[in-house]
């Protein structure tokens, strides 16, 4: 296919829909095959319409990130070689109910998506031309060290904890529309691998396993360019898959001993030790030796998010009852008092609804730890099997109405929307999210990101489409 050929469909070879197919009919053979035949299913149903090229992909990583931890209970049982539902006789129905809730919640988000004016490499290119790339970087180093900054401040100012992480995206705007425009004119290449590998080892520096986040937005500006899929790139992301897989499993070996360096014991989410100590640290912990299988199991049971759900259908309504819709006006009455109207507000603990409703003893925020039920529980304790796909469809409808705004109006220059949604919608895109969180980060993301675009974008745009 030309490059200038403007395509709403990514095309497959010959090969790759052989080796697509395949994976069809061998999914049937496995143990819980069936599960893994409907997963793989609305894989290919929802990116297929939904991955269009040259358009915003967050949502495509969205999905395929919920998808992936919705089956990882599936291959969990497989690992085990075990029935799906040998921890609960729910977890069948769990799995199938999360995949039929996301695909509600996608459909607003497909509808919009075709809303989006779709273009061909040569327009896309020539948005391109219209901004500085070196200026891109510019702003993208200083908000490197304005969120340095912020990392400290977040958690001190407990009214404005939200808006300064909302605040601390833009940087990662300014990455995303920098990553374009290095592939679109093919400079400061060695800018952008110096930038990634930064970002990378400094994630390590972090409590909440900071490192994947240059990796999702590197997937989604490389995801941006597929047009075609032939074999070649199939073998390449197995290649690039099993390599995340085993940084996965390693990872979780050492995680847990390495966050009880970073915080020296203290039961807080918060670094008490030096970057070099940190690092040191974790090359020792790299080393140690441990059973590959038994962190593996570890991988996929910490991945997946079903085995909540299950539990709570275990629970609701034979032990405690629907709640008709008083979780969620629980949820949303919390997000919408700010903390400097109601000083005497709770903090959130999520650890205390996923013990009440799983019935499991899980330990909170003052052992330095946090449990989600999953907001698709939230969804479920209130509204049961089908009630719960009304809200996640109007969750839906608020995703694709706020991508599609922004994506089309915060710029004459798409590309730069669309790296703007990109950086919008990512802390969105866990399955675990606890309702209350995900409430709370869409609506703080939203305003934070509306204000910006009336007050600051003007003059950003207009630095940046000022030539060298």
């Not at 990583?61 to 070689?81: A, D, E, K, R, T």
């Not at 998506?113 to 327009?123: H, L, V, Y």
């Not at 020539?126 to 702003?139: A, D, P, V």
């Not at 995801?223 to 199939?234: D, E, G, S």
Request: with cysteine.
């Amino acid at each position: 296919m030309k490059k200038n050929t403007i395509t709403n469909k990514i095309q497959f070879d010959v090969w790759s829909i052989f080796l697509l197919l395949s994976l069809f009919v061998l999914q049937l053979f496995f143990l819980n095959g069936f599960y893994l035949f409907v997963g793989l299913s609305l894989l290919v149903l929802v990116v297929y319409h939904l991955q269009i090229p040259y358009k915003p992909t967050i949502f495509s990583l969205l999905f395929i990130y919920h998808l992936f931890q919705i089956m990882s209970g599936v291959w969990l049982s497989n690992f085990l070689n075990k029935d799906i539902n040998y921890r609960s006789e729910f977890l069948g129905d769990a799995t199938l109910y999360s995949y039929l809730g996301l695909l509600m919640m996608m459909l607003p988000v497909l509808y919009f998506q075709k809303r989006i004016p779709s273009f061909d490499f040569k327009k896309i290119k020539n948005y391109s031309e219209k901004i500085s790339i070196q200026r891109t970087f510019e702003l993208y180093v200083v908000m490197f060290f304005i969120v340095n900054l912020l990392d400290v401040l977040a958690f001190r100012f407990s009214g404005l904890t939200q808006i300064i992480v909302s605040i601390k995206n833009f940087k990662w705007f300014f990455f995303t529309l920098f990553g374009l425009q290095v592939i679109l004119k093919r400079k400061m290449i060695e800018h952008f691998v110096i930038v990634f590998f930064l970002e990378f080892a400094l994630g390590f520096f972090s409590y909440f396993s900071d490192f994947k986040i240059v990796f999702f937005y590197s997937i989604l500006i490389a995801l941006f360019f597929l047009v075609r899929i032939n074999i070649k790139q199939i073998i390449f992301c197995v290649i690039l898959g099993i390599g995340l897989f085993y940084l996965g499993v390693k990872w979780t070996a050492v995680k847990g001993e390495y966050r009880s360096f970073l915080n020296q014991g203290s039961k807080s989410q918060e670094i008490v030790v030096d970057k070099n100590a940190a690092f040191n640290k974790l090359l020792e912990l790299s080393d140690n030796q441990s059973d590959f299988n038994v962190s593996a199991a570890q991988f996929f049971d910490r991945v997946q998010y079903t085995y909540h759900l299950a539990k709570t259908m275990e629970r609701v309504p034979s032990v405690i009852p629907y709640q008709q819709g008083s979780n969620w006006a629980t949820i949303i009455g919390y997000v919408l008092t700010p903390r400097f109207i109601n000083p005497d507000k709770e903090v959130n603990q999520p650890s205390a609804k996923a013990t009440k409703y799983t019935g499991i003893a899980y330990l909170g925020i003052q052992s330095g730890v946090s449990f989600s039920l999953g907001y698709f529980a939230d969804c479920y304790i209130d509204f049961g099997y089908w009630g719960m796909l009304l809200p996640l469809l109007i969750l839906g409808l608020i995703y694709g109405k706020s991508y599609h705004y922004f994506a089309t109006q915060s710029t004459p220059n798409y590309l730069i929307n669309f790296a703007f949604v990109t950086s919008l919608f990512m802390e969105l895109i866990p399955f675990e999210s606890d309702g209350t969180y995900l409430a709370g980060r869409l609506l703080s993301n939203l305003l934070t990101f509306y204000l910006f675009k009336v007050f600051l974008f003007p003059s950003v745009y207009n630095y940046l489409v000022k030539k060298n």
